[in-house]
DNA sequence: GTGGATAATGCAGGTAATTGCAGGTTTATT
DNA sequence: AATAAACCTGCAATTACCTGCATTATCCAC
């Protein structure tokens, strides 16, 4: 059989079954499973399959649209997210939440990042697909269009179940009087519960959120661990929070 | 034998057997292999055929899987993704899996639709987001990196709790005498419940997938209601299906 | 017919591509 | 942490390829 032909059939059956396992089609083509692992190599380099540890998968199926829009601050969140990221250390849980911040975060993780992370956000997760060591819970429940995250009184006692190591949370609105607080009561209950739920809280911000209010309470500042936005630690816009026992990051 | 005569010759084996390899020609026609050499290299100049180490390749062969846009086979995919896209009404319930035809099919609802999805699966679920009339409800659990659905026991038995107006699927092979079978043992649990918690059962497939057999069974043909390809419902290939009293459409 | 121009073919050699195997390392999973 | 499978690297053997060049076939005008 010809190189190219077998590289066709591979490439036909990558596309028809979503998957290809190195061994079956070794045996199925009687060439050694050296062969069969520089011909994924090849049509990987090339962009027609994606290659994974024993097989490959479809392309098709596993390249998604990565909306590289026009994210508000974006090169603000990319430092936050930076800082964030240097938090994670291998073999920890971590309860995220959603919007552009931690979706900056989640494309600051290392590669090599062996964590598991836990999040109804639809955007997030779609992230951390990309992240080959990083393994998955989704929380069930109602999707919430507008803010892109599952919630309902499911996701809040699926997250009642779990005790996590971090919990991430990127927030609409701190200030000292008022802790952080919110305009979504859906997404306030989630991470309410992530708080509960978590035995260190990150708070994620851009700093032109500090010192502003939302109409919802989600917790004070006591239940704060950290803080991090793109400022210098030093700043003194945030020296009223290290006052009241946060770590600024 | 005359060059023109050989060449037409090797034309012809071409399209006959979609290749052709240097030596066995070299044999055939009692010349030698640079001969041979040469005249695939002009037959390949032409474009008559795809010359490849060792022989050759049909053109029409080796060209349609270069032309392959992101998702193999779209156009097919578009029309079965259209014909199911038109059996779901307002205010109905339907659990759908993963897989590239069903994302099609995501599309191809129209934006009017008010229906509620029930799915674990990731890009599936984004693409219901873009239409605002539609309900989603995620199905959490740990994700699978492969298929990017979630499995496991937590999602069956939240499917267990369900009872919805359809399940419609993607699936990966089908055959008379094994029905559905599929490659991957947590999807599987999945696609099982899945149509266990509905009233009616819809595959979709392209027509390459018919007759073809996966490792894991999923279920008989009595379980499945109707069965979508892009194929004419009247086409022969599907006449065994119907016979097992499946509505092809 | 016949000579010369042109094209086609086969062969020699050196180069490049392909493949399977041995070994040591990495990875996934229990 | 152990174990089996998958992976990678380098190597050797085979096979295909290419470049000239000599030989042979074909064609065309005379």
């Not at 061994?23 to 290659?51: C, P």
């Not at 939302?214 to 661990?225: A, E, F, S, T």
Request: with cysteine; hydrophobic share 40%; proline share 3%.
């Amino acid at each position: 059989m010809l190189k190219k032909e077998r590289q066709a059939y591979i490439l036909h059956q990558v596309n028809l079954h979503n998957k290809v396992v190195s061994a079956t089609l070794s045996a199925e083509i009687a060439v050694s499973e050296d062969t069969i692992r520089r011909d994924l190599q090849e049509l990987s380099e090339t962009g027609k399959l994606v290659k994974v540890h024993g097989g490959a998968l479809s392309a098709a199926f596993y390249d998604n649209p990565v909306i590289e829009s026009n994210v508000y601050a974006q090169t603000d969140k990319q430092i936050i997210g930076n800082k964030a990221a240097s938090l994670i250390k291998d073999g920890m849980f971590i309860l995220t939440g959603g919007g552009t911040t931690i979706l900056e975060f989640a494309r600051c993780l290392p590669s090599t990042l062996k964590a598991t992370f836990i999040s109804g956000s639809i955007p997030a997760i779609s992230e951390y697909m990309n992240h080959p060591n990083i393994e998955i819970i989704v929380l069930g429940d109602k999707l919430s269009k507008t803010s892109r995250i599952t919630v309902g009184a499911d996701a809040v006692n699926r997250i009642k179940n779990i005790k996590a190591d971090l919990c991430i949370l990127g927030i609409n609105a701190i200030d000292t009087e008022n802790g952080v607080t919110d305009n979504d009561w859906d997404v306030v209950q989630i991470k309410q519960q992530m708080i509960a739920s978590s035995h260190k809280t990150i708070c994620l911000t851009i700093s032109e959120k500090i010192n502003t209010v939302q109409p919802i309470h989600v917790c004070g500042l006591n239940k704060i661990d950290s803080l991090i936005t793109e400022l210098d630690p030093g700043n003194k816009l945030l020296k009223p929070f290290k006052d009241a026992g946060i770590t600024i990051l």
